[in-house]
T-cell receptor, first 111, second 114 residues
Framework: GNSVTQMEGPVTLSEEAFLTINCTYT??????LFWYVQYPGEGLQLLLK?????DKGSNKGFEATYRKETTSFHLEKGSVQVSDSAVYFC??????????FGSGTRLQVQP | DAGVIQSPRHEVTEMGQEVTLRCKPI?????LFWYRQTMMRGLELLIY????????DSGMPEDRFSAKMPNASFSTLKIQPSEPRDSAVYFC????????????FGSGTRLTVV
């Protein structure tokens, strides 16, 4: 089945710092790849996605590139804000089963 | 659209009581998922439906848990009898065409069993 490895959190950054959250996955076939974000007290929200190799998903200043050769989908943002403080989840989807989420990475941005 | 609607937002119950969680998916979505989130185990898939039919319930912890989807606009997750270890946040999510555009999650139900 699918599995995801995300970097352990919490990740603590100062405002305007560069963010990278690593994600590697194992999956059969060629999955679509997703990043979801969970703000405190809320459900998960789709942040961005990529559906094939070398695709770059982007949204709200966040980006992630589908790297088939390294089975990775690392999340990046050039300048984080306090409002980006949340838990971020990486998830591959082969279409064979429901989404399996990683353990999540908590991001804390300090002013 | 109002999004995926879950009720109640919070539920506190005594051990041994029956608990029913409710979910209204986005109109037109043909998949519905129930997840459970805890600090120890993260997000776990409990069960999912396609066109109101349960497809995979292998994540349902035990016979105390049951889920139904009597129509396209309503689903329930029932725990009977409840136990303290069932305390968690339960999320419902829905999607169209098996989630190629992603899932839409509800705000969750925080269940506390004392």
């Amino acid at each position: 089945g699918n599995s995801v490895t995300q970097m352990e959190g919490p990740v603590t950054l100062s405002e305007e710092a560069f963010l990278t959250i690593n994600c590697t996955y194992t999956a059969t076939g060629y999955p679509s790849l997703f990043w979801y974000v969970q703000y405190p007290g809320e459900g998960l929200q789709l942040l961005l996605k990529a559906t094939k190799a070398d695709d770059k998903g982007s949204n709200k200043g966040f980006e992630a590139t589908y790297r088939k050769e390294t089975t990775s989908f690392h999340l990046e943002k050039g300048s984080v804000q306090v409002s980006d403080s949340a838990v971020y989840f990486c998830a591959p989807d082969t279409g064979r089963r429901a989404l399996t989420f990683g353990s999540g990475t908590r991001l804390q941005v300090q002013p | 659209d109002a999004g995926v609607i879950q009720s109640p937002r919070h539920e506190v119950t005594e051990m041994g009581q029956e608990v029913t969680l409710r979910c209204k998916p986005i109109s037109g979505h043909d998949y519905l998922f129930w997840y459970r989130q805890t600090m120890m185990r993260g997000l776990e898939l409990l069960i999912y439906f396609n066109n109101n039919v349960p497809i995979d319930d292998s994540g349902m912890p035990e016979d105390r848990f049951s889920a139904k989807m009597p129509n396209a606009s309503f689903s329930t997750l029932k725990i009977q009898p409840s136990e303290p270890r069932d305390s968690a946040v339960y999320f419902c999510a829905s999607s169209l065409f098996r989630g190629k555009s992603g899932y839409t999650f509800g705000s969750g139900t925080r269940l506390t069993v004392v």
